[in-house]
């Protein structure tokens, strides 16, 4: 137990130089840990007889993250079309295999762990970075700036009666940096709350055959959980409207359950208990960010049609 507190706070400190800083010590912390997620990867699917293209996957990896540092999406999706065709050729030509189970591995592989990780850059730098001498644009200021079907739900109107307080702290951060850090307390949130309330009241399983540990009534508590997280954080924090929060921690709840689920059942399938060693204490990448690797893409995709980005 010791040693998992003292690993997840250099955890934590680790992530929070990285959000603040942004950058390229995002970029290339994002890289880091998706070639340690693909070598864990690559090594449980060992473990059941399938070799993936751990090569070139690692350096297509790079490629995908590189072109989501730069924001060139046309040539993400390029990167990942000739990999996948490659791989393909790589595992017949080259090995002389006629099992296609490597290659829609390798494939299914990159796939899973490089585009959670671009959307996680994506979303660190939706908002142009400042320059010298430039205003920070907060992720309030551009919360407002499109309206959406989500505006037109303002609770404000039923809660007339109540005293007027701006609870927001207007935290003086860019907006992606807000968004990251919405995203991360609401994905440990959502895991927390599961646990807790799973341990304490927890008595109808959700997936037994995948994840025994997991309670209808864990889920329903990282629900609430992630719920009051991404009020407080987003809303409290950062000033982002309530009626968008809201949403945003009920998908996100369920985003990071699924992410999870997932998790389990590659690595049974595989046959592993713990995908690394990475984090002692906590196992490895795919153990620690499996919830996220849902989780980013939903919240990106939900800044833009909600009109946050």
Known sequence: MVLRIITGIIGIAIAAFVIQDGGAPFAVFAMILSLIAWHEFSSAFRRAGIITTYIFGALTLILLLCCAWLGNVEELLAVLTVSMMLIFLLTVILRGSTRPTDACVSVAGIMYIGLPF??????????????????????????????????????????????????????????????????????????????????????????????????????????????????????????????????????????????????????????????????????????????LFFTAPVFYYFTILAGIA
């Open 118 to 291: 671009a959307h996680l850059i994506f979303l660190r730098f939706l908002a142009d970075e400042p320059q010298p001498g430039e205003a920070v644009t907060t992720v309030k200021e551009i919360a407002t700036n499109n309206a959406t079907i989500l505006d037109k739900a303002d609770l404000s109107k039923f809660l007339d009666f109540l005293p007027s307080f701006d609870l927001s702290l207007n935290l003086n951060v860019d907006a992606g940096c807000a968004l990251i850090w919405v995203l991360f307390a609401c994905t440990w949130a959502s895991d927390t709350f599961a646990y807790f309330v799973g341990s304490a009241v927890g008595s109808h399983k959700l997936a037994s055959s995948i994840s025994p540990g997991k309670t209808v009534e864990g889920f329903l508590g990282s629900i609430v959980g992630t719920i009051l997280t991404a009020v407080v954080v987003g809303t409290i924090l950062f000033g982002l409207p309530l009626i968008k929060m809201i949403v945003a921690g009920f998908l996100l709840a369920i985003a990071a359950t699924l992410g999870d689920l997932v998790e389990s059942v590659l690595k049974r399938f595989a046959g592993v208990k713990d995908s690394g060693f990475f984090m002692p204490g906590h196992g490895g990448v795919l153990d620690r960010f499996d919830s």
